[in-house]
């Protein structure tokens, strides 16, 4: 199979992670006779100290030209100056490309592989969980109305507008009840309803497609703050996680305490026409160049890069090679309970690119 695939490094750890996930392509690609060509394309702080723009035309015009985009990751504490640098943060780039490239539907699997001691979660409560959060991803407060601006008794005020459409629920709707009907057939819908009108239309485009499309599939409700204390009192009761823009981003790190470590995430980026894969893990600042970052979120997102171009039998063996990683316990410090014995960012990858090879 031929595809372009764009790969921004971004900032931190990005460049780190990034490369072993190459390895691990590279090897997926060799053994299935793939034709893989990646483009790299200047992201992040590169990208704004060369060319004075987080997210210039060019590199949107590569991305919306691929076939996939392969994203390390974005943020560095430089540009914390939002008030002085408006839309001037790597994260502005970020969230530039998303909107431009329409990616709205947001999936992130949160999976206990039980292989790691290190949840804060206890040992019975861990057995098999397994669920995905749908997060919508170009819409909500994060891209409506913002502004400053002094008030008559000359105070400072900020706000952000929170808008949804009836289209934009309905499209990101449609995705999470198609997997929960592949899955457990179990969606709970996340929201603020008692507070948000956001958040009441929500509950009723989402019911409403419920009823007239998927009968087959249990519909149920949560308020956000109490949604994030189920998750982690009782985790294998959910399945699919449907939620919006905000809401999702916060449920995500937080249900990643599940796991054992956020460096685990995967997670893609869908739309109508494109589609981009990045760990959850933020930058990492502090890691940056110790080769001490956990790959292990980038190679699963590649993974499910792999399955989205239809190509399962890959993506399993690139699950499985991590399975082995961790069984092996040839993990980053992150997930070992002895750090000391712990491996590097570059070790784990070529770990997991040696199993693929001598396994397929
Ligand atoms: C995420 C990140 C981003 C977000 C930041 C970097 C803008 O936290 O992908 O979860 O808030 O969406
Ligand atoms: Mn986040």
Redesign the pocket.
Known sequence: MKKNIVVMEGDGIGPEVIKQTLKVLNSIQNRFDHDFSYKKVLSGVKSIEKLGDPMPKKTLKECLKSDAILLGS??DPKYDHYNTRRGMRP?DG??KLRKEMGLYCNIRPIINYSIIDKSPIKKEKLKGINFVIYRELTGGI?FGKKGVYINERNEKVAYDHCIYSTKEIERIGKKAFEAARMRRKKITLVDKANVLETSRLWREVIKRIGLSCYPDVKLEFLYIDHAIMKILLNPIKFDVILTD?MFG?IL??GASVITGSLGLLP?ASIGKNNSLF?P?H?SYPEAKGKNIANPLGSILSASMMLEHFGLNKEKKIVEKAVKSSMEEKICTSDLMTNEKCSYTTEEVGDYIEKYIKIHC
Do not use: A, F, M, Q
């Open positions: 974005i943020g994260e970020l969230l994060y823009n981003d995500s790190d997670s990045e959850v933020g």
